[in-house]
């Protein structure tokens, strides 16, 4: 897709996050408003709403993406974003192949450090919030203290929550997937797609640590794009590094603008990464090396030079 569009396409229904890292510059020919891409998953959804159909469609990508702000405090305002989605398949069998996907390419840049999975799924806190039919500012406040991992505050403003106990186990006990279920209340326990977001998380847990050898960790409070996705989702880590190297998961029913859509709704799952960040810890496959004394070639130059 390209690199610069009009905004009313770039970003038609963009989310006030994505319009504020997008670089925005006027058109000499027509005078119109256009856009740096900050992200080319909204062009792939873009792409597959004209052409995907309704059956199973893969995507894959690369290139260059301009952001106004870094990511981060290391981040780079220049990300080349590589990445792969698999849209119209709603099984696990889609986010498997896609961690398929991913190591079988990282495993063969031979890098010099192994990557770490962290695993969510956003599901369980959504269906927690609409069995508590919480209203929007309540949601906002319990991500909130998630992200900042403030148990204390959590625990007290959980007593004020209808079904406050289980939003509080979500960050108590959201790390023990085996066990995270049976601390639940009895609704939530009995509750299908509860039950169901923690089984997937039990299988693809499994999955990476038989399969891949991956080591693997669980934080079902990971709700950094709640309002994005809708199940299971991952960030990988390499090294000791404070941003993930790669994000992925799972965004069903979404739109080109990147929102929920109520009609047709479209199964989708995918995995974005910054290439140029593997640059620290990929090795070079060189069997020899070759030193070139640039030195002694200035001297014979100059020999050459007075000869003629």
Known sequence: PPMIEFTESLLSDASEDLK???????????????GVRADITPQILRIDAHHGGTGIARYCYVGDVI??????????????????EIFGCASLAA????????FTMVNKLNISAAIHIDLGHVAI????????????????QLMYLYANKNLPELKRVCRDLPMGDDFYVLARFGHDIANLLSKLSD?????DQIAAAVDELQRLKSYLENHWQCPVSID????SGYHYHTGIVFNGYINSETQPLVRGGRFDGMQSGGHLSASQPREATGFSMDVSRLLAHTQLDAPTTVLV????????NEDEMQTL
Not at 22 to 34: N, Y
Not at 220 to 223: D, F, I, Y
């Open 293 to 300: 004394d640039f030195a002694a070639i200035n001297n014979a």
């Open 125 to 140: 806190f959504k269906r927690l919030a609409e069995l508590a039919e919480l209203p929007d500012s309540a949601t906002e």
């Open 220 to 223: 079902v409070t990971e709700l």
């Open 187 to 191: 609704a939530a326990q009995q509750d």
């Open 20 to 34: 504020r890292q997008t670089f925005k510059i006027i058109d000499q020919l027509t005078g119109r408003l256009m």
């Open 95 to 102: 986010d498997i192949e896609l961690i398929d996907v991913l």
């Open 67 to 84: 952001h106004t702000l870094p990511s981060g405090l290391f981040g780079s305002r220049t990300p080349l974003q590589l990445g792969a």
